[in-house]
């Protein structure tokens, strides 16, 4: 197998979305965080700090040889199956905005099911590298990595999060189809899922709001609905250029928490359609370069966990930007590289680690 040096070009894509994204969390954040903590810096310096450790995570990541993962994949899941079921634990899982998704360290906060996502991905292509063959049958082949799945997504929805059990389903489900399953099945799968989409939206009454305050969000303008019409009264006024970079009206106390999952309305309407076309294009290029690097993999691991990767970090920024622009309901999904939190940066730092490495070993 051919040794060289990574792919520079995702690496220079990575690093050049982040820049972006951190001085946006800056311009979304600023006044927030002057008027609650006395320092308008207070979320920059943070996301800076989670920046420059992903940087050295990142690159200690890609000289790790990723079938080191094949081999340590049942233990990988092992662990992320024991994080999620003490996250669930009153006393050690800490409830943030109604969930009990995070371990409290101080004041920063881990999410296990971020990492959940890296290790379904690594063990579902371990499993489907070995077991080509049988990936034509249902039976043999797909169901019992279903079932590894749905113990999974119950777990997260336990939580609840639905946004992040949906990414990762979702993300496995292309790695599995990519496998060669018949189409069918997928028909079979998808009819099933969404009977079950529909009944956990039936279970909780708050789900039927955002369905709700998705279909109209001005039945219910300062509730449930409130979110969505002040992330649309920030992206109208961009027009094509924007209101300029430090000039967004929204996050002057109107949108909740702009650096989080609504980074991209701030984004819209400081820099108008240029923005959306930057931010979708650098999308674009991370999600090319990475499928590039799968198609070029000779081994079929590697083929298919960076398949998996590339799949999970377009998927989160998929389901966030429809989210924003009011395609689908509100599900709590950040966007990737650009929403504040060390947990989802950390994350898909480490993804792209991993799919650098690859890009040395094909």
Request: positive net charge; charged residues 10%.
């Amino acid at each position: 197998m051919k040794q060289k040096s990574f792919d520079k070009f995702l690496f220079i894509g990575v690093l050049l979305t982040i820049v972006f994204g951190i001085i946006m969390i800056y311009s979304a954040s600023y006044i927030w965080a002057d008027y609650k903590f006395a320092d308008p810096f207070k979320f920059v310096k943070a996301q800076g700090l989670f920046f420059i450790v992903g940087i050295f995570l990142m690159l200690f990541i890609s000289k790790i040889d990723y079938h080191l993962y094949q081999k340590k994949a049942n233990l990988i899941l092992f662990v992320c199956l024991a994080l999620l079921i003490l996250v669930l634990i009153p006393g050690v899982g800490k409830i943030r905005n109604g969930s009990r998704s995070w371990f409290g360290i101080g004041s920063l906060g881990i999410q296990p099911s971020e990492f959940a996502k890296i290790g379904l991905i690594i063990f579902v292509s371990k499993y489907l590298s070995r077991n080509q063959k049988n990936m034509k049958s249902v039976i043999k082949g797909a169901l019992p990595i279903l079932g590894v799945i749905g113990l999974f997504f119950a777990l997260i929805m336990l939580e609840p999060d639905f946004g992040t059990g949906m990414v990762i389903v979702l993300t496995l489900v292309c790695i599995i189809f990519v496998s060669g399953v018949n189409i069918s099945f997928f028909v079979k799968v998808g009819c099933v899922g969404l009977c079950g989409i529909v009944g956990l939206i039936i279970a909780a009454p708050y789900r039927m709001k955002r369905i709700i305050s998705f279909l109209n969000p001005w039945t219910d303008p300062l509730g449930s609905g409130y979110q969505i019409i002040q992330s649309l009264y920030a992206i109208g006024p961009g027009g094509l250029l924007g209101q300029g970079f430090l000039k967004s009206r929204q996050k002057h106390f109107y949108l909740p928490e702009p650096q989080t999952d609504f980074i991209f309305s701030i984004i819209s309407e400081e820099f108008g359609f240029l923005g959306v076309l930057i931010v979708c294009s650098l999308f674009f290029f991370i999600f090319y370069r990475s499928i590039k690097i799968a198609l070029s993999c000779k081994d079929l691991f590697g083929k298919y966990l960076a398949f998996g990767l590339a799949f999970g970090i377009l998927i989160q920024a998929t389901l966030n930007l429809m989210v924003v622009v009011g395609l689908i309901p509100v599900t709590g999904v950040t966007l990737p590289f650009f929403s504040y939190g060390g947990s989802s940066l950390l994350v898909s730092m480490a993804s792209i680690g991993i799919i650098l490495n690859i890009s040395k070993n094909y």
